[in-house]
């Protein structure tokens, strides 16, 4: 595909996933771990950060407002960002807290009324908003494309979007579409399922 693999980073989705199987990872050498929700995340991963355990830890779902503390507490990326409110509890927090986490900006890129991320049309706007209002440094979009439609026209629209941003990061791409996102770009892929098996339900 003409990808350097050193410019693509597996990120392990551990959602749901039983401890054990987390730990056999870790074991294995996987250091960059994502999860989807705040508390789930604070539960399992603070010890571990606490004893100096050294690992980036991905917020890939969304994020309300009175939990954007603990957020910046605890990960080292945030992957959806996407609406005003959000960026400026998170510039807020910034000014407040010794902890950075980078940020990415999540596109809806399939329009889904059920699916978190701005708009594209917005993207580009939204991206500037952050910058010039809240004073944040984005560093990547992130996408998650519609489950019953071919993947490939939105990575290429995501891709097209962070060039038009000057963003030079790509969240895209899980267990089912990994291999299409890296060929249109990504430079990091979410992969759950295919890692470690299926999930326990929610
Ligand atoms: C669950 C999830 C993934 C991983 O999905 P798999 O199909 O298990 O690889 C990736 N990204 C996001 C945003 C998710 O919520």
């Known amino acids: 595909m003409g990808r350097d693999p050193a410019a693509i980073k597996l990120v ?3 959602k749901q996933q039983p401890a054990d199987r987390i730990e056999a990872a870790l ?3 996987q250091r960059a771990f994502a999860e989807n929700r705040v508390q789930e995340a604070q539960a399992r991963w603070s010890a571990r950060r606490a004893a ?3 690992f980036e830890l991905r917020l890939i779902g969304p994020l309300q407002t009175n939990k954007v503390r603990d957020a910046v507490a605890l990960f080292d990326v945030i992957e959806t960002l996407d609406r005003p409110k959000l960026a400026a509890a998170l510039a ?3 000014r407040d807290g010794a902890r950075r986490p980078r940020l990415y900006v999540q596109v809806n890129v399939g329009e889904e009324p059920q699916k978190a991320g701005v708009a594209p049309t917005d993207a580009l706007a939204f991206v500037d908003a952050c910058r010039a209002e809240h004073r944040l440094a984005i560093e990547g979009l992130m996408c998650i494309p519609p489950a ?3 993947p490939a026209p939105h990575f290429a629209l995501l891709a097209d979007l962070a060039g038009r941003a000057g963003l030079a990061k790509l969240s895209m791409g899980m267990s089912a579409d990994f291999e299409c996102a890296v060929r249109l770009g990504a430079t ?4 759950g399922a295919a890692l ?3 999930r326990a339900p929610a």
């Open 12 to 14: 392990a989705v551990a």
């Open 27 to 29: 074991a294995a050498g």
């Open 52 to 54: 100096g355990l050294a």
């Open 92 to 94: 807020a927090a910034l």
């Open 148 to 150: 019953e439609e071919p």
């Open 188 to 191: 990091s892929v979410r992969v």
């Open 196 to 198: 470690f098996g299926a």
